[in-house]
């Protein structure tokens, strides 16, 4: 089935740096990828809607320039934290909707954590 | 707006009993409607689905109905074990806003020996 590759699986970073998370469709081709942020014990908030060759749509409240999203391909998006903050600290995840599909359900990544300290 | 409701959990159950997660859920359209599983650390997991009224979906032993006369999406297994402690959240999907998924707040199951 459907896989898709999200690295790291967690990461420590200090403040003020910044963090580059990939999300990769191993063996199919991704027209749309999501960006969701999950605190702990709570549901997933979409951040980004990205689709490959044109920017991202952000949704209300996400700061676009602090949460850079890259899709330059049909199988890779990329979602740089910026200047990160403690607060930035959370777990973020991917998902991905193959090329030519409608809404049976997409394929999500496994999660990346990060800390900023 | 689209949205989810679920209930609150956690819910604390003994292995081999019945379970059932509520979802209602709230659209203008014809949406899907997918139960997906979080276990502890891991990113989630489709776990079933259902695309049009009527149609159930089914996987694991679990099991829910898509009900467009109650607007309800229900997840049900007769027998649960250890290792369906997990959270799990029910979503829906359609075609409008760029195919985007709303989540409900997830329920957590701790299932006992």
């Known amino acids: 089935g459907a896989v898709v590759s999200q690295h790291p699986s967690w990461v420590i970073c200090k403040s003020g740096t910044s963090v580059k998370i990939e999300c990769r469709s191993l063996d199919f081709q991704a027209t749309t990828m999501f960006w969701y942020r999950q605190f702990p014990k709570q549901s997933l908030m979409l951040m980004a809607t990205?689709?490959?060759?044109?920017?991202?749509?952000?949704e209300q409240g996400v700061e676009k320039d602090k949460f850079l999203i890259n899709h330059a391909s049909l199988t890779l998006s990329t979602l740089t934290v910026t200047s990160a903050h403690p607060e930035d600290s959370s777990f973020y995840i991917c998902?991905?909707?193959?090329?030519?599909?409608?809404?049976?359900?997409?394929?999500f990544g496994s999660g990346t954590r990060l800390t900023v300290v | 707006g689209n949205s989810v409701t679920q209930m609150e959990g956690p819910v604390t159950l003994s292995e081999e009993a019945f379970l059932t997660i509520n979802c209602t859920y709230t659209?203008?359209?014809?949406?899907?409607l997918f139960w997906y599983v979080q276990y502890p650390g891991e990113g989630l997991q489709l776990l079933l689905k259902a695309t049009k009224a009527d149609d159930k979906g089914s996987n694991k032993g679990f099991e829910a109905t898509y009900r467009k006369e109650t607007t309800s999406f229900h997840l049900e297994k007769g027998s649960v074990q250890v290792s369906d402690s997990a959270v799990y959240f029910c979503a829906l999907s359609d075609g409008t806003g760029g195919f985007k998924t709303i989540f409900g707040a997830g329920t957590r199951l701790f299932v006992k020996a």
């Open positions: 659209a203008t359209g014809y949406p899907s």
């Open positions: 998902s991905a909707r193959e090329a030519g599909t409608s809404n049976y359900g997409y394929t």
């Open positions: 990205s689709n490959e060759g044109s920017k991202a749509t952000y």
